[in-house]
């Protein structure tokens, strides 16, 4: 059975379950500013209670705005600390919390800040355009913007990293970067990134993505929201099918339940629909989004995990992406991560594992 069929069977035989009708999304509440924080940071408090930074009027494009929220996990008590911070950027239909398990499994010492993007967690709908008008350029300029609010604050990350769509999203900064003759590096003095399990650009061969098999299973999960516009929702009743079952289509040890993934805020019940289409080069979009060869060969370190279950991206692909963006055919900075729970998600469900693959890897050279 290849990749293509092994989704298939797992999402479609999962939509039998599906209840009538479509799940609403959550009008977003107010989020309450207080202080707080050790000298020299002043930290809002999200209306789930998370610290963070709430980034008002943030522009996408001309005449459109939303407010954002960058989530605090772990500790930050000086602006100079922030270096030690990692900068994370959450996965389609996946919130900020969804890095959450990561954070505490790096221990008390931990920084993690992760913006979520529009409709989700403690950020609010954009002003100006439909959510569902949104595509990932936006969300690329998004980041821009966060990273810029932040510099201006004096908190400076070295390190980003990109699950999933976030993955795509880091290679579409750094490229937008390089076009303008800037970087990572030169831009915000980001020294590393590293993809987890990131979807990958139209030079990468991608079996389930080039199999055009994916168009029909988009649609099947396209709903319009009056408030919000075309969207991709995937009701979280059938998270286990799409995202914690191996390559045998089994549900894999270690998943979490429905409830536990709502009542963690991982997930997002939308995505702009036009968003979904870009990201896999479906609908009204001919390709994937491009990242240029060798795109990190100097300046900005780069590693790629990937995991061995995972029935999205297989390990081949994913080392082939690290070579195409780094140039490096010995796969130095490449990680796999291997064992019969590693899906799309494991940072959810072995958070553990992620934090020992990067760990592992702290000394790689290419």
């Given at each position: 059975?290849?990749i293509?069929e092994?989704?298939?069977r797992?999402?479609?035989a999962?939509?039998?379950a599906l209840?009538?009708g479509?799940?609403?999304?959550?009008?977003?509440?107010?989020?309450?500013?207080?202080?707080g924080?050790?000298?020299g940071?002043?930290?809002d408090?999200?209306?789930?209670?998370?610290?963070?930074?709430l980034l008002?009027?943030?522009?996408l494009r001309?005449g459109?705005t939303?407010?954002?929220?960058v989530?605090?996990?772990?500790t930050?008590?000086?602006?100079?600390?922030?270096?030690?911070?990692?900068?994370?950027?959450?996965?389609?239909?996946?919130a900020?919390?969804?890095?959450r398990?990561?954070?505490?499994?790096?221990g008390?010492d931990a920084?993690?800040?992760?913006?979520d993007?529009?409709v989700?967690?403690?950020?609010g709908?954009?002003?100006g355009?439909?959510?569902g008008?949104?595509?990932?350029?936006?969300?690329?300029?998004?980041?821009?913007?966060?990273l810029e609010?932040?510099?201006e604050r004096?908190i400076?990350?070295r390190?980003i990293?990109?699950?999933?769509?976030g993955g795509t999203?880091?290679?579409?900064l750094?490229?937008?970067?390089?076009?303008e003759g800037?970087?990572?590096r030169k831009?915000?003095?980001?020294?590393?990134a590293?993809?987890?399990a990131?979807?990958?650009?139209?030079e990468v061969?991608?079996?389930?993505?080039?199999?055009g098999d994916l168009?029909g299973?988009i649609?099947?999960f396209?709903?319009?929201?009056p408030?919000?516009?075309?969207?991709?929702?995937?009701?979280?009743?059938?998270?286990?099918?799409?995202?914690?079952?191996?390559?045998d289509?089994?549900?894999?040890?270690?998943?979490l339940?429905?409830a536990?993934?709502?009542?963690g805020?991982?997930n997002?019940l939308g995505?702009?629909?036009?968003?979904?289409?870009?990201l896999n080069?479906t609908?009204?979009?001919?390709?994937?989004?491009?990242a240029?060869?060798?795109?990190?060969?100097?300046g900005?370190?780069?590693?790629?995990?990937?995991?061995?279950e995972?029935?999205?991206?297989?390990?081949?692909?994913?080392?082939?992406l690290y070579?195409?963006l780094?140039?490096?055919?010995?796969?130095?900075?490449?990680?796999?991560v291997?064992?019969?729970d590693?899906?799309?998600?494991?940072?959810?469900?072995?958070p553990?594992?992620l934090?020992?693959?990067?760990?592992d890897?702290?000394?790689c050279h290419?």
């Open positions: 059975m290849n293509v092994l989704t298939q797992c999402v479609f999962a939509l039998v209840p009538a479509c799940m609403d999304l959550p009008v977003d509440a107010d989020v309450e500013a207080r202080q924080g050790g000298p940071i002043d930290l408090i999200g209306a789930d209670g998370t610290p963070g930074f008002e009027d943030v522009e001309p459109v939303v407010d954002l929220f989530n605090l996990y772990g930050l008590d000086k602006a100079s600390k922030s270096k030690h911070c990692h900068f994370a950027v959450h996965g389609g239909v996946f900020a919390a969804s890095w398990p990561y954070a505490e499994a790096l008390e920084c993690v800040l992760v913006a993007m529009p989700r967690g403690n950020s709908a954009p002003q355009a439909l959510f008008d949104l595509d990932l350029f936006d969300y690329v300029t998004a980041i821009e913007e966060v609010r932040l510099d004096k400076r990350p390190t990293l990109g699950h999933s769509m999203l880091v290679q579409m750094q490229q937008r970067f390089l076009d800037s970087s990572l831009r915000f003095g980001i020294r590393d590293i993809l987890v990131s979807d990958l650009p139209a061969p991608w079996a389930l993505g080039d199999s168009s299973l649609q099947a396209a709903v319009e929201e408030a919000y516009g075309s969207l991709f929702e995937i009701p979280v009743a059938l998270w286990p099918a799409f995202y914690f079952t191996d390559r289509g089994d549900v894999v040890p270690g998943a339940t429905p536990e993934i709502e009542a805020g991982f997002a995505e702009p629909l036009r968003a979904i289409h870009q080069g609908g009204p979009f001919t390709s994937r989004p491009s240029g060869a060798e795109l990190f060969e100097t900005t370190r780069l590693r790629a995990i990937a995991y061995e995972d029935i999205y991206v297989q390990l081949a692909e994913s080392e082939t070579q195409h780094t140039g490096d055919p010995a796969s130095r900075c490449f990680v796999r291997l064992g019969p590693t899906v799309h998600v494991l940072q959810f469900s072995n553990q594992a934090v020992d693959a990067i760990a890897s702290e000394d290419y």
